[in-house]
Nanobody
Framework: QLAESGGGSVQTGASLRLSCAASGRRAFSSFAIGWFRQAPGKEREFVAAISWSGGGTRLADSVKGRSNISRDNAKKFAYLEMFGLKPEDTAVYYC???????????????????WGLGTQVTVSS
């Protein structure tokens, strides 16, 4: 199971760190983690992903330069840090697990098998 936390309501320019906690018998290091978001009235979109080892990362162009993705396999957590938040970042953010052991994580939602319930991020101007 995956569970997101760290969302909230913030002003433009603020920073947030979203967390994704994993539970269950399977080793946290056995899957890549992806972050996706869905804004009201829009389709869910890719935000960031990190490989099972943490050695490979990918960021969407919309957040590149103002976001970091990381993971702590020992603690079974993945993180998405976002800086300089904008109103267009308002969305429900989801983390998801991809059990393929690729060094370059996927940006495709269809490759992710397990999903959390999401955490709301609201950015006001």
């Amino acid at each position: 199971q995956l569970a997101e936390s760290g969302g909230g309501s913030v002003q433009t320019g603020a920073s947030l760190r979203l967390s994704c906690a994993a539970s269950g018998r399977r080793a946290f290091s056995s899957f890549a983690i992806g972050w996706f978001r869905q804004a009201p009235g829009k389709e869910r979109e890719f935000v960031a992903a990190i490989s099972w080892s943490g050695g490979g990362t990918r960021l969407a162009d919309s957040v590149k330069g103002r976001s970091n993705i990381s993971r702590d396999n020992a603690k079974k957590f993945a993180y998405l840090e976002m800086f300089g938040l904008k109103p267009e970042d308002t969305a429900v953010y989801y983390c998801a697990a991809d059990y393929r052991l690729n060094q370059i994580p996927s940006t495709s939602q269809s490759d992710y098998e397990y999903w959390g319930l999401g955490t709301q991020v609201t950015v006001s101007s």
